[in-house]
């Protein structure tokens, strides 16, 4: 098994400048293990609030405390500058997001946390072929964690990245003490999930077919925030550090977030990767033209665009754009809205000195796959749906 994983690291490794690389089954999986490593339960983390509600319990299982930022709403990336001095020094680290591939300023978030003695970990999920500052992104923190499940397609797999290789078997024996044996039921799933998601979309299956992909794990939210369950979730938090009473949640939409991989996910994954630069090109491709319609925003303009996993367009109407594209059989998918704070409150977590950025980011941005830009800009245009306009935002008019 060790050299299995060994295939899939060394490219990655290649990708991020020799940066060591640690397979782990999932993105969330590898994000719990760094936070552990890194940061003392009880300290506080400061993450941006338009994020998966998962990475959201990933830190509370690790005894942390998140603190959400203030985001530019042209792109939902992390605006460092206007975090307060109080909220700064009261961080034992900070956590980017790069939100669908767009980068967080990991140089800026860099100098801070030395300043500070903080670690910085970047979420790289929706970045494999971002960069920032010159840099890919994933390289400016002491770890950062990249998901297969994105670009790569292939549902399952992730990595680990470290700035200090002398750390990797320590991570590795962390990893395989929390690892799960794998079950035939969950290489089955894995093998059958990319046919069965296709189906509910092009054949819009019944409310009983998809209670049978809920039973596998591969659709479990009715609506874009699973349910937080306060109580439950106030009876879990002085078990952490701990992933087993936040399992409920942390297992959302990923059953086998920490199962050991079977030989069957590890050849899929393998082949997928293999073919990452073409999907990159495409991703790429896709992105200038969405950025450049009337939907696009003014974050990035006259720089090369970015692969990224989707484009957050900017409409005035996100409901209405979601329908548009159903009605062409285009599903919208990783939609964050509420933000974190709004979702979970000041019982769980402190809220941005800036809530409003972020509401009006969430709700306006119509998250788009870069490859389908063909086909989503006419949807939108043929059913009106407006542009949002940033001087609206605030602190959007840059």
Not at 16 to 24: D, F, K, Q
Not at 107 to 135: F, M, Q, W, Y
């Amino acid at each position: 098994m060790v050299s299995a994983y060994a295939e899939l690291e060394e490219p990655m490794r290649g990708r991020l400048g020799g940066r060591e690389c640690l397979y782990v089954p999932s993105c969330r999986f590898g994000l719990y293990l760094a936070l552990r490593h890194w940061c003392e339960p009880g300290g506080r983390v400061l993450m941006s609030p338009v994020n998966d509600d998962v990475i959201f319990f990933v830190v509370l299982a690790a005894g942390l405390r998140p603190v959400q930022a203030p985001l530019d709403p042209r792109d939902g990336s992390v605006d460092a500058a206007a975090v307060p001095t109080s909220v700064w020094s009261g961080l034992s680290a900070v956590l980017t997001t790069n939100l669908y591939g767009n980068p967080d300023p990991a140089p800026e978030l860099r100098k801070r946390c030395d300043r500070l003695g903080i670690p910085l970990i970047e979420d790289a999920a929706h970045a494999i072929g971002s960069t920032v500052g010159g840099r890919p992104v994933g390289t400016y923190g002491e770890a950062s964690v990249f998901s297969l499940s994105k670009h790569v397609h292939a549902k399952t797999g992730g990595f680990l990245a470290l700035a200090d290789p002398a750390l990797r078997d320590e991570l590795a024996a962390a990893r395989d003490a929390l690892l799960r044996p794998t079950r035939p039921t969950a290489e089955l799933a894995h093998l059958i999930r990319p046919y069965a998601e296709a189906a509910v979309r092009g054949l819009r299956l019944t409310g009983a077919a998809r209670a049978a992909l809920r039973t596998l794990g591969l659709e479990e939210r009715e609506e874009i925030r699973m349910p937080l369950r306060p109580d439950a979730l106030e009876r879990a938090l002085p078990a952490a550090p701990a992933l087993e009473p936040f399992h409920p949640w942390i297992r959302v939409d990923m059953h086998a977030y920490r199962l050991r991989p079977g030989p069957a996910k590890l050849r899929r994954t393998g082949r997928r990767l293999a073919r990452l630069d073409g999907v990159l090109a495409a991703h790429r491709a896709g992105t200038a033209r969405l950025l450049a319609s009337e939907y696009g925003s003014a974050a990035g303009a006259g720089a090369e665009a970015q692969p990224l996993f989707r484009v957050p367009l900017l409409v005035e109407d996100r409901d209405a754009a979601v329908a548009a594209l159903a009605r062409r059989r285009i599903t919208t998918g990783y939609l964050y809205d509420p933000p974190l704070d709004a979702y979970a409150g000041e019982r769980f977590t402190d809220p941005s000195p800036a809530p409003e950025r972020a509401a009006w980011f969430a709700r306006h941005a119509l998250p788009v796959d870069p490859r389908r830009a063909d086909e989503v800009l006419p949807a939108l245009r043929t059913a009106g749906i407006r542009p949002a306009h940033l001087s609206t935002a605030p602190g959007g008019a840059r």
